[in-house]
C-alpha cells in the first residue's frame, strides 16, 4: 500500500489479521485502526509514512512489525 491517505485504515471493527504488507510513502498513517478491537497486527514493513501505526480506541496484538523511517 503506497502513496494513499493511510495504508490500512480501519473503523469499528473486529478480529482483523493485518500481515505480510509493505507500506510505505503514505501520507498520514501506515496503519490506522479506530475503535476497534481483538486485532493482530504482525510482520508488515511500515516505512516512510507521516505516522507508523496509529491505534485510537482500538486493541490489538502488534508483533515483529518492521517500523522505520515514518516522520512522527
Known sequence: MTDNY???????SLN???SGN??????NDGIDLESSSQNTIN????MGNQ???YL???IA????????GNIS
Open 22 to 27: 509493505n507500506i510505505t510513502g503514505n501520507s
Open 61 to 68: 496484538n502488534v508483533n515483529f512489525n518492521r517500523i522505520v
Open 6 to 12: 493511510d495504508g490500512i485504515y480501519s473503523f469499528n
Open 51 to 53: 505516522y507508523g501505526i
Open 43 to 46: 510482520e508488515n514493513n511500515v
Open 16 to 18: 482483523n489479521t493485518i
Open 56 to 58: 485510537s480506541n482500538s
